[in-house]
Nanobody, 117 residues
Framework: QVQLVESGGGLVQAGGSLGLSCSASGSNIMTMGWYRQAPGKQRELVAVIISGDRTNYADSVKGRFTISRDNAKNTVYLQMNSLKPEDTAVYYC?????????????WGQGTQVTVSS
């Protein structure tokens, strides 16, 4: 089992910055990332970082958000700059663990990010 503990988020004005962090328990955590879900919308990928530090971003956040990872601490970070009201959502940490039998996916409890105009 993997437990994810998120921190960060909050309220910020448009154009501002916020940082999120997520620490994972357990071993063999291969991919970590962030997803978000706005009211009335489906959960969507924000950014992921794959073992080996390969990254993937949603087009809507490229150039504004940066994902990074401290492998020793099993912690993933999301630095969000130039925030827009449309970035308002609950942000969920995601981790994939490689175990015997395959990959297992885990989710954090979610943290609210609100960007005011």
């Amino acid at each position: 089992q993997v437990q994810l503990v998120e921190s960060g988020g909050g309220l910020v004005q448009a154009g501002g910055s916020l940082g999120l962090s997520c620490s994972a328990s357990g071993s063999n955590i291969m991919t970590m990332g962030w997803y978000r879900q706005a009211p009335g919308k489906q959960r969507e990928l924000v950014a992921v970082i794959i073992s080996g530090d390969r990254t993937n971003y949603a087009d809507s956040v490229k150039g504004r958000f940066t994902i990074s990872r401290d492998n020793a601490k099993n912690t993933v970070y999301l630095q969000m700059n130039s925030l827009k009201p449309e970035d308002t959502a609950v942000y969920y940490c995601n981790a994939e663990q490689l175990r015997v039998g395959g990959y297992y996916t885990y989710w954090g409890q979610g943290t609210q990010v609100t960007v005011s105009s």
